[in-house]
């Protein structure tokens, strides 16, 4: 799918910034904001073979 587009049977998440995405179906878009740091935390100490 092209971005800023979405079929009807498709649900696409789309980072819009470091803490916003775009939950985009062909009937709607709606923009949320999310904190997303503890997973990126997460993921960062687990790249490095720390688990947390």
């Known amino acids: 799918m092209p971005?800023?587009?979405a079929s009807v049977a498709d649900?696409?998440?789309e980072q819009d910034s470091e803490?916003?995405?775009v939950i985009r179906t062909?009937?709607?878009t709606?923009?949320?904001n999310s904190d997303l740091s503890?997973?990126?935390n997460?993921?960062?100490t687990q790249?490095?073979?720390r688990v947390a």
């Open 30 to 32: 709606h923009r949320l």
């Open 19 to 21: 803490n916003t995405y």
């Open 38 to 40: 503890t997973e990126r």
């Open 26 to 28: 062909a009937e709607f």
């Open 3 to 5: 971005a800023r587009t």
């Open 42 to 44: 997460l993921i960062r």
């Open 47 to 49: 790249k490095r073979g």
């Open 11 to 13: 649900v696409h998440l």
